[in-house]
């Protein structure tokens, strides 16, 4: 049977999907890695640290105290403890257990609260640029992407008038990142207030707040989070985990924190799909969000200290834009300039042809900005030594001086 004739064999919903680009040049990456090339691989989006020891132990103690069992669909109570104390401690948002859902990572959760709220036809506004998989969660679900673009001159950020223009009697959940991926870039607490003043003044219209970079933000406000705002309390569901700030992308915990419908059905559809999730994860997770920061501090520092190391020498190579990202561990040029332009081999039409010609001619994997709804950019993580992001960088430098 035909590569075709078995694809018309998987269902719509599933044909209509596209696949995932950052996992699609990681795939890439490790194809020509094992063919013997010395690619540098920045295209995943994942801490190159340790997860820390303390909540390694816990793990090691979970195991010997023999925690194997099914957990509750929802998670162990000390842990949505744990999580509801931490968002009262960080978030300044007051929910109780009862509130919280503990999934298979905040990419689990998210893809939750969208089949969870949204029927056919409806409108979900997505903040661009946009994590990968925002958009296909929410075809998913047979809603309907609304995209809103941030500017690049506005550091990539939406504005609360943008908002207010694309609001329609469809709209029923608006969906964004702060600290970004890909971009990097924070919505300050002045922004995030005008922000909800639009949407105080459209009852039925939910926010799904994703802040799984929280705990890498570069900013001397630092986070703010909009579930915090009285008014919009109920209407807020907001996703964080610990893949990103405790080094614990393999673990895979991510939760919601929401109002008690919501969380109740959030409960009720993964009781459906894949139950509790892993026992020894949740309860390293507990360690994780009951113990120190300090860790977690000390990893944001280095990526700080990378993102001024890589943003320096991004702006050294002519014809590419950058901005300063705020948080999380990306940089993100605008690359436009070369498009168009060819080595006498290879013509340039767009980001996907750049980040594609890049890696399999000079070892370099990033991602291309038209999967994170940014078309002129390219995706470039931080999350490397410094020895492989210099290198990474001069080998694009080297590469662009051969377009014409």
Known sequence: MSAVAEQN????????????????????????????????????????????????????????????????????????????????????????????????????????????????????????????????????????????????????????????????????????????????????????????????????????????????????EGNFSIGSIPALKERVITVNGVAKGFAMTGWRIGFVGAAKWIADGVEKLQGQVTSGTNSIAQKAATVAFNGTLEPSKEMAKAYQRRRDLVIGLLKEIPGFKVRVPEGAFYAFPDVSYYFGKSDGTTTIKDSDDFSNWILNKYYVSTVAGSGFGAPNCIR?????????????VQRIKEAVATLK
């Open 9 to 220: 064999r998987l269902a719509d919903r599933i044909n209509a999907l596209e696949e995932s680009s950052t996992l699609a040049m990681t795939k890439m990456a490790r194809e020509l890695a094992a063919q013997g090339h010395k690619v540098i691989s920045l295209s995943v989006g994942e801490p190159d640290f340790k997860t820390p020891a303390h909540i390694c132990e816990a793990a090691k103690k979970a195991i010997d105290d023999g925690v194997h069992g099914y957990s509750p669909v929802a998670g162990y109570p000390d842990l949505r403890k744990a999580i509801a104390d931490k968002l009262k401690r960080d978030n300044n948002i007051d929910w109780k257990p009862e509130n919280i859902v503990v999934s298979t990572g905040a990419k689990h959760s998210l893809a939750n609260v969208i089949q969870v709220l949204i029927n056919p036809g409806d409108e979900v506004i997505i903040f661009a640029p946009y994590w990968v998989s925002y958009s296909e969660m929410v075809k998913l679900a047979e809603g309907k992407s609304v995209i809103i673009d941030g500017a690049f001159e506005n550091d990539f950020k939406v504005t609360a008038a943008q908002l207010e223009a694309a609001i329609t009697p469809k709209t029923k959940i608006v969906m964004y990142a702060s600290p970004n991926n890909p971009t990097g870039a924070v919505y300050s607490e002045s922004e995030l207030r005008e922000i909800a003043a639009v949407l105080e003044k459209h009852e039925g219209i939910y926010v799904l707040a994703d802040e799984i970079y929280e705990y890498i933000n570069f900013t001397e």
């Open 380 to 392: 470039i993580s931080t999350a490397a030594s410094d020895e492989s992001l210099v290198e990474a």
